[in-house]
């Protein structure tokens, strides 16, 4: 098992939107993709976990500055590994990527939200060093209902 990880660029469009509709159910082509990836560039870098040349993950890092503090804000806000490929230590190896980005581009600190019931990524994630610090909370803007 060979794995990479890497940044994407739009021409790996195909491969993002590919998983982001197994992990989101997102349906996007790879025009409209390759689009996104072009756009957000400055705001938003996408990691791409290959095992041969075969794309089986992705995380999205979100780094940008923000008035309220000296350092850039990160968070990652996507982590997805096909399930037949997980337990393998490619979540590890994307979050560790993401990391070592957010540390040299001057970020102080790394977010992530994840699910309360999801104790797998959890223990991913305390392993190395995330502690929890919120309750992140959500509503629709279009509907009065809260969204999940």
């Given at each position: 098992m060979s794995l990479l990880i890497r940044?994407?660029?739009?021409?790996?469009?195909?491969?993002?939107?590919?998983?982001?509709?197994?992990?989101?159910?997102?349906q996007t082509d790879a025009a409209e993709m390759a689009a996104r990836i072009a756009r957000c560039t400055a705001t938003e870098r996408i990691f791409l976990?290959?095992?041969?040349?075969?794309a089986?993950?992705?995380l999205a890092l979100?780094?940008?500055?923000?008035i309220c503090a000296p350092d850039p804000?990160?968070?990652v806000v996507e982590l997805f590994v096909e399930e037949a490929y997980r337990r393998r230590g490619i979540g590890r190896a994307l979050l560790e990527a993401a990391i070592e980005v957010a540390r040299?581009?001057?970020?102080?600190?790394?977010?992530?939200n994840t699910g309360?019931?999801?104790?797998?990524?959890?223990r991913l994630y305390f392993a190395l060093g995330?502690?929890?610090?919120?309750?992140?909370?959500?509503?629709?803007?279009?509907?009065?209902?809260?969204i999940s």
């Open positions: 940044l994407a660029t739009p021409a790996d469009a195909a491969a993002v939107a590919r998983l982001n509709a197994d992990f989101n159910d997102v976990a290959e095992i041969d040349g075969l089986v993950g992705f979100w780094l940008f500055p923000i804000y990160a968070e040299l581009e001057g970020a102080s600190a790394l977010k992530l309360f019931r999801n104790t797998a990524a959890q995330f502690h929890n610090l919120a309750l992140h909370l959500a509503r629709s803007t279009t509907h009065q209902e809260s």
